[in-house]
Nanobody, 123 residues
Framework: QVRLVESGGGLVQPGGSLSLSCAAS????????MAWYLRPPGKQRELVAI???????NYGASVKGRFTISRDHAKGTMYLQMNSLQPEDAAVYYC?????????????????WGQGTQVSVVG
């Protein structure tokens, strides 16, 4: 059973930094695109950043220049370094990944989601 487990959320003052991690566990063949999303209270989920298997990155307009997404293929882990955090960045952050697993009919890819981690910016 493939799982994504996030860690690293917490409480920080405006202008502070946090680092999030998202680790894949279980049996899989390959991890393709990985991404971070956020869901502010009472709002819809929005894309924060995405990183492809070859390392190409894209960021949402509100976080560009402040957040950095990265990944470690050997560890099956994705990271999000968040700097200059502001109150509007407060949300539950979710990671997603398109993961290929071996099925009875052959390799198959689907999207997996983490459980979410809370980021609060208060000061």
């Amino acid at each position: 059973q493939v799982r994504l487990v996030e860690s690293g959320g917490g409480l920080v003052q405006p202008g502070g930094s946090l680092s999030l991690s998202c680790a894949a566990s279980g049996s899989f063949l390959q991890i393709n695109d990985m991404a971070w999303y956020l869901r502010p209270p009472g709002k819809q989920r929005e894309l924060v950043a995405i990183i492809s298997r070859d390392g190409t990155t894209n960021y949402g307009a509100s976080v560009k220049g402040r957040f950095t997404i990265s990944r470690d293929h050997a560890k099956g882990t994705m990271y999000l370094q968040m700097n200059s955090l502001q109150p509007e960045d407060a949300a539950v952050y979710y990671c997603s990944a398109f993961i290929v697993t071996q099925q009875e009919t052959g390799p198959a890819m689907r999207e997996y989601w983490g459980q979410g981690t809370q980021v609060s910016v208060v000061g």
